[in-house]
């Protein structure tokens, strides 16, 4: 019971955590249209360290991510009327900006099977830097670990396809052939496992 | 209560990134059916957005180069440096042409157009023809298309892909920003000084765009992109976002 509570109480702390620190980025944006580059500042130095390990993850060539991450960011600083608060929060915002530039970077620069072909065989790609240590320790590792477990909870048939579409950046039809399962199928685990985050993500995300 | 299930699907497989070019179309349609108000769809967007930005932080940050910060931030500044100068440059080459009310003459409309080259940019016209031409079901394809990319101030590439002497084409987008509350982008054909209407849009919550132009293109010269009410315009009544020369015969 009073291990029931103390969850409790984590995740209702979490979940305040989470809406302030929605809130402030939502300033940030407000600022940011205001002209403020302190703002921008912030911004930056909350979401860069992720936004580059997505990227890195995407186009696995860290110059590459770089030119991408300043490319979202540069489009925040020239539109921030964009963001809607309506369609989900700014990190949310963010993070699809520097998902779609990555994964559009890799659909244009060669086949998606030789990226992965290659990446496969030349692993690890992207050098370990002594300084991403201090970047994981300053970040945010509640929702670290609970994105990651619920990752994990997804029956596996789920996750392959999520993390093939997300991080290697494949499309529905490429994993359907990858894989060789109907698209159907493809499509229907990628709903459930959607679902299933969903979930799991409601008392963390915000 | 309307029925979601298949914008569900559609929505969270965008969300991913992994959604083929017909499946984006067919979003479109189904969205564009539930209406700019629907509350389950943007709820939905909403939800499925922060499943996958929050899949970003399931990977261990990395650390950022000292440097990148302060290198974006003098690129922000060059940026804007440009805007206002081209927005000075406008001024000066629009004068006084707005009429009261704020609607734009259409000599004010076509002027920027005047200034517009064609260009094709590679990569923006790979991607497009490769959009274009995926279809399994053949209803996408284009014989032999033509893919012309959008100049304009707005943020975000656009090209079109058609095929000279036929109706129809396609107009692809990605990086494309949400055009204001209570409006679209309408798409309108030009020929001479005369704009046709064509579809108004919006883009993916991702900024990506992949719809079809029904119509016939001959005798066009010009294809123009404008921010317009949701109800969509007969005539423009604002300046171009972006414009395309084509030559459709």
């Given at each position: 019971m009073?291990?029931?509570?103390?969850?409790?109480?984590?995740?209702r702390?979490?979940?305040?955590?989470?809406?302030?620190s929605?809130?402030?980025?939502?300033?940030?944006v407000?600022?940011?249209?205001?002209?403020?580059?302190?703002a921008?500042?912030?911004?930056?130095?909350?979401?860069?360290?992720?936004?580059?390990?997505?990227?890195?993850?995407?186009?696995?060539q860290?110059?590459?991510?770089?030119?991408i991450?300043?490319?979202?960011?540069?489009?925040?600083?020239?539109n921030?009327?964009?963001y809607?608060?309506?369609?989900?929060?700014?990190r949310?915002?963010?993070?699809?900006?520097?998902?779609?530039?990555?994964?559009?970077?890799v659909?244009?620069?060669?086949?998606?099977?030789?990226?992965?072909?290659?990446a496969?065989?030349?692993?690890?790609?992207?050098?370990?830097?002594?300084?991403?240590?201090?970047?994981?320790?300053?970040?945010?590792?509640?929702?670290?670990?609970?994105?990651?477990?619920?990752?994990d909870?997804?029956?596996?048939e789920?996750?392959?396809?999520?993390?093939?579409?997300?991080?290697?950046?494949?499309?529905?039809?490429?994993?359907?052939?990858?894989?060789?399962?109907?698209?159907?199928?493809?499509k229907?685990r990628?709903l459930?496992?959607?679902?299933?985050?969903?979930?799991?993500?409601?008392?963390?995300?915000? | 209560?309307?029925?979601?299930?298949?914008?569900?699907?559609?929505?969270?497989?965008?969300?991913?990134?992994?959604l083929?070019?017909?499946?984006?179309?067919?979003?479109t349609?189904?969205?564009?059916?539930?209406?700019?108000?629907c509350?389950?769809c943007?709820?939905?967007?909403?939800d499925y957005?922060?499943?996958?930005?929050?899949?970003?932080?399931?990977?261990?940050?990395?650390?950022?180069?000292?440097?990148?910060l302060?290198?974006?931030?003098?690129?922000?500044?060059?940026?804007?440096?440009?805007?206002?100068?081209a927005?000075?440059?406008?001024?000066?080459?629009?004068g006084?042409?707005d009429?009261?009310?704020?609607?734009?003459?259409?000599?004010?409309?076509?002027?920027?157009l005047?200034?517009?080259?064609?260009?094709?940019?590679?990569?923006?016209?790979?991607w497009?023809?490769?959009?274009a031409t995926?279809?399994d079901?053949g209803?996408?394809?284009?014989?032999?298309?033509t893919v012309?990319a959008f100049q304009?101030d707005?943020?975000?590439?656009?090209?079109?892909?058609?095929?000279?002497?036929?109706?129809?084409?396609?107009?692809?987008g990605?990086?494309?920003?949400?055009?204001?509350?209570?409006?679209?982008?309408q798409?309108?054909?030009?020929?001479?000084?005369?704009?046709?209407?064509?579809?108004?849009?919006?883009?993916?919550?991702?900024?990506?765009?992949?719809?079809?132009?029904?119509?016939?293109l001959?005798?066009a010269?010009?294809?123009?992109?404008?921010?317009?009410?949701?109800?969509?315009?007969?005539?423009?009544?604002?300046?171009?976002?972006?414009?395309?020369?084509?030559?459709?015969?």
């Open positions: 009073l291990v029931a509570e103390s969850h409790a109480h984590t995740n702390d979490a979940g305040v955590a989470v809406e302030l929605g809130a402030r980025d939502r300033e940030l407000h600022r940011i249209g205001r002209g403020d580059d302190e921008f500042r912030d911004l930056f130095g909350r979401y860069a360290p992720s936004a580059l390990a997505l990227a890195r993850r995407i186009v696995r860290p110059f590459l991510a770089e030119e991450v300043q490319e979202a960011y540069l489009a925040v600083w020239r921030p009327s964009a809607d608060q309506r369609r989900g929060s700014v949310a915002w963010l993070m699809g900006m520097v998902h779609h530039r990555a994964v559009d970077a659909r244009r620069e060669e086949t998606q099977r030789r990226r992965v072909e290659d496969r065989a030349s692993d690890p790609i992207v050098v370990d830097d002594p300084a991403d240590e201090v970047a994981r320790e300053v970040d945010v590792p509640h929702e670290r670990r609970a994105i990651r477990a619920a990752l909870e997804l029956p596996a789920q996750r392959q396809v999520i993390e093939l579409m997300y991080f290697d950046g494949l499309s529905q039809s490429t994993i359907s052939e990858r894989l060789g399962l109907p698209l159907g199928t493809v229907s990628t459930l496992g959607m679902r299933r985050l969903r979930a799991s993500m409601a008392g963390v995300e915000r | 209560m309307r029925e979601h299930a298949r914008i569900e699907e559609l929505i969270a497989i965008r969300s991913l990134g992994g083929d070019p017909q499946d984006q179309a067919s979003l349609e189904e969205m564009a059916s539930h209406g700019p108000d509350a389950e943007l709820r939905l967007e909403a957005a922060e499943v996958a930005g929050g899949l970003a932080l399931a990977l261990d940050p990395v650390a950022v180069r000292s440097e990148l302060e290198e974006t931030v003098a690129r922000l500044h060059g940026a804007s440096d440009v805007e206002d100068r927005v000075e440059d406008r001024a000066v080459e629009g006084a042409a009429e009261p009310g704020g609607r734009r003459s259409r000599g004010s409309f076509l002027r920027p005047v200034a517009v080259a064609a260009a094709l940019v590679l990569f923006v016209g790979g497009a023809i490769g959009a995926s279809g079901d209803t996408t394809a284009l014989e032999d298309p012309v304009g707005a943020e975000g590439s656009l090209a079109v892909a058609y095929t000279p002497g036929e109706p129809g084409a396609y107009l692809l990605s990086g494309l920003s949400t055009p204001p509350a209570g409006s679209v982008y798409a309108w054909m030009i020929s001479g000084e005369v704009p046709t209407p064509g579809p108004c849009f919006v883009p993916s919550s991702d900024g990506s765009l992949f719809t079809f132009v029904d119509g016939e001959a005798g010269d010009v294809m123009a992109v404008t921010v317009e009410p949701a109800a969509c315009s007969t005539m423009p009544t604002t300046t171009p976002v972006f414009v395309a020369e084509i030559q459709t015969v």
